[in-house]
């Protein structure tokens, strides 16, 4: 499915380049010096299921994609690689890919940060490892999300790989590693490397020395040799050879969620924000120091420019809010396009007793029980489409309070408001409901398309684009807000609600089957 479109905004020149690899698309759009969009250009491509819990992606799609989405943004643009002064990326994170370095062929889809395939050996390397080490070490726990236990399984399961990746053919990547090594020549010279917010999502990156941890390298199993070079978030890594971007420097990676924090310019500690795509993912901006989670959060790294010290963060991640809608159309057909779920929810008063929890690949934070399951709970012959439809979205409001109650609790920051973006923000009964749930306004900037503006900015700042931070956050500008109109009684009722029906999804899936 294609499904591209340009602002028609142009800008004065010259400009910065973005591609977002995302979940479901890969975009790519270009700014100019306001930080104001460009063109666009966007491409879908295909989610591969191929048993229940398992989630891929066709990586060779997955660049050819990136190929065509830079060419239309440029074209749509009207101008010429002489007018970009560098390309960020940004992407999905976690999702891990091998591949053949000799021949650039992909030697299995990419496991995607949904799939859920390494539950089984998670658990056994919590039993052998110890999850305690792995938190201490990475800031992270031990789940199937991460890309560690990924690359292990696919050095297990595909035949004479490991083999292949010890004689040093095989390299591992997230897909910013896949998308600078294709940009910068591929077997012809291309660069490996990630930045230091996509090393930290691996389970495999030592988060007090931004290296990667050998010891936990082998208690995994995973060879050195396959692995990228860490380096910072804004650094010029090397320049596209090829493709209408010949010769541009391509200057910025950041994982797609520290990518919208730096976007939306949460610069200071304490600041935070969330975004809703296929997924929903709240980080706060907690300095130069690490702050350890007691409350199912990440510790992670927000951000390094350059040679500065890298700034950390902590996230509450959600497996499933956009793609619970994405769900209901391609799956139910209850609706026919993500938009016309608005319509549906705003049809009925309120959920009608229903409650909708949506633990399609376990629950992530602040729960991290691979074991959960979906359940819709609270069924009468009274509840329609429309109340399961106003579930639905009440389900990405209240997996936020969670995670949001988290962070209070880890950070000592109360949420004063809450910056969003991404795809489901145009939904305006879902950004009410937030504001509602969090009792705290909801405020959105005037550039929605944060994730690319971040990565976008982080190159910039990298070719002295931008001067520096400050700069940047001058350009940040509210386009909408929500404040609370839910009485604090109802409030308190529905959030118990809420909180009996996660109970009802846990231990679903019996220990032999995970
Ligand atoms: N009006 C809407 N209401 C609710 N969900 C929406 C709406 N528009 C888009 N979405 C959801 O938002 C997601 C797309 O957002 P996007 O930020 O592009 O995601 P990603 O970057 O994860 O691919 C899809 O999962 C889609 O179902
Ligand atoms: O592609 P998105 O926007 O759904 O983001 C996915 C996250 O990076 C997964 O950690």
Not at 39 to 56: A, Y
Not at 138 to 146: R, V
Request: hydrophobic share 40%; proline share 4%.
């Amino acid at each position: 499915m294609t499904d591209a479109h340009t602002t028609g905004t142009h800008g004065t020149g010259p400009f910065i380049a973005a591609i977002d690899q995302g979940t479901t698309s890969s975009r790519c759009i270009v700014f100019d010096k306001d930080g104001r969009i460009v063109s666009v250009d966007q491409k879908e491509h295909e989610q591969i299921f191929p048993k229940p819990g398992w989630v891929e992606h066709d990586a060779t799609e997955i660049w050819e994609n990136v190929q065509e989405v830079v060419a239309g943004a440029i074209v749509k643009a009207g101008i010429t690689s002489a007018d970009v002064k560098a390309i960020g990326i940004t992407n999905q994170r976690e999702t891990t890919l091998l591949w053949d370095k000799n021949t650039g062929e992909p030697v299995h889809n990419a496991l995607v940060w949904q799939d859920t395939r390494t539950d089984a050996l998670c658990k056994e390397l919590g039993r052998n490892v110890g999850q305690d080490r792995f938190r201490r070490e990475t800031g992270l726990p031990l789940a199937s999300y991460f890309a560690g236990p990924k690359v292990r399984w696919l050095l297990d399961n595909v035949e004479g790989l490991r083999e292949r990746a010890e004689r040093g053919d095989i390299l591992f990547g997230t897909m910013d590693s896949w998308v600078i090594w294709n940009l910068t020549g591929g077997t012809d010279g291309g660069v490996h490397v990630t930045d230091v917010t996509n090393a930290s999502r691996t389970l495999l990156m030592n988060l007090h020395r931004m290296e990667w941890d050998e010891k936990i390298l082998s208690s995994i199993g995973i060879p050195a040799e396959v692995l990228p070079e860490i380096r910072s978030s804004a650094e010029v890594y090397g320049h596209a050879k090829g493709g209408i971007l010949d010769g541009v420097p391509v200057a910025s990676a950041l994982g797609d969620q520290q990518a919208a924090l730096f976007g939306q310019t949460c610069f200071a500690e304490g600041e935070a924000k969330s975004t809703y795509g296929t997924g929903t993912f709240m980080l706060m901006n907690t300095g130069g120091t690490p702050v350890n989670s007691y409350n199912g959060l990440l510790t992670t790294v927000g951000y390094q420019i350059g040679d500065k010290p890298p700034v950390y963060a902590l996230e509450g991640s959600i497996a499933v809010t956009g793609s619970l809608v994405q769900w209901m159309r391609d799956q139910m057909g209850l609706i026919k396009s993500a938009a016309e779920i608005e319509t549906l929810a705003s049809s009925v008063e309120d959920n009608g007793g229903a409650y909708f929890v949506p633990a399609f690949s376990g629950l992530f934070a602040p729960y991290w029980r691979p074991d959960a399951r979906g359940v819709i709970t609270g069924l009468t012959r009274y509840v329609t489409k429309a109340h399961i439809a106003r579930a639905v979205l009440e389900a990405t409001a209240w997996q936020t309070r969670e995670i949001s109650d988290a962070m209070t609790k880890d950070s000592g920051v109360e949420l004063t408001a809450l910056k969003v973006d991404g795809g489901m923000t145009s939904n305006n009964l879902l950004m009410q409901t937030l504001a509602d749930f969090l009792d705290a306004p909801v405020v959105r900037p005037m550039v929605a398309e944060t994730t690319c503006l971040g990565a976008a900015y982080a190159a910039g700042l990298a070719v002295g684009f931008w001067p520096d931070t400050d700069a940047l956050r001058a350009n940040w500008r509210r386009a909408a807000e929500w404040t609370p109109r839910m009485d604090a009684d109802t409030r308190a009722r529905e959030y118990k609600s809420w909180l009996k029906a996660v109970e009802r999804t846990m231990g679903w899936v019996e220990d032999e089957e995970s």
